[in-house]
């Protein structure tokens, strides 16, 4: 193993160089599998073989996998909440019938309207938001 900073060959598993002192993957100077110089944005050492860790891309997609996790997640809180919107829709509209009250389920149900709408605008986007993570 080589540190990927100075080019250091290391012994075992270590978690600082013992030459420069960092951290062995955190650079992008040198292959950590045969030691020769890459440069910045090489993705694969082409001595060896081996893919670079460390890399631009490596460092992106795992970011966009985050992303995408939070995404997912807003989107199904958004489609439940809707879904408890939608119920209370049906709740205020069946009541108005049996109510002496009935402005109170008229504004009741404009609010599980309003509700909904802005549950769907925020699934819709991060719906969008996952797709534009993928890419």
């Known amino acids: 193993m080589y540190c990927r900073n100075c080019?250091?060959?290391?012994?075992g598993k270590?978690?600082?160089?013992?030459?420069?002192g960092s951290h062995p993957y955190k650079?992008?100077?040198y292959c950590q599998n045969c030691g020769v110089m890459t440069s910045e944005k090489q993705e694969l050492c082409i001595k060896c073989g081996v893919r670079l860790v460390g890399t631009v891309s490596?460092?992106?997609s795992t970011k966009n996998n985050t992303y995408s996790k939070i995404y997912k997640i807003v989107y199904i809180i958004a489609n439940f909440i809707s879904l408890i919107g939608a119920g209370a829709i049906i709740y205020n509209f069946i009541s108005i019938n049996n109510s002496h009250f009935i402005s109170d389920h008229i504004v009741g149900l404009g609010n599980s309207i309003i509700?909904?709408?802005?549950?769907?605008?925020?699934?819709?986007?991060m719906?969008?938001?996952v797709k534009r993570t993928k890419n």
Do not use: F, H, P
């Not at 270590?14 to 420069?20: E, V, Y």
């Not at 509700?115 to 986007?125: H, K, P, R, T, W």
């Open 127 to 129: 719906k969008k938001g």
């Open 7 to 11: 080019g250091a060959e290391l012994s």
């Open 27 to 29: 650079g992008n100077s």
């Open 115 to 125: 509700l909904v709408i802005v549950m769907q605008l925020i699934a819709y986007s």
């Open 14 to 20: 270590t978690s600082l160089c013992s030459k420069c």
């Open 58 to 60: 490596n460092s992106v």
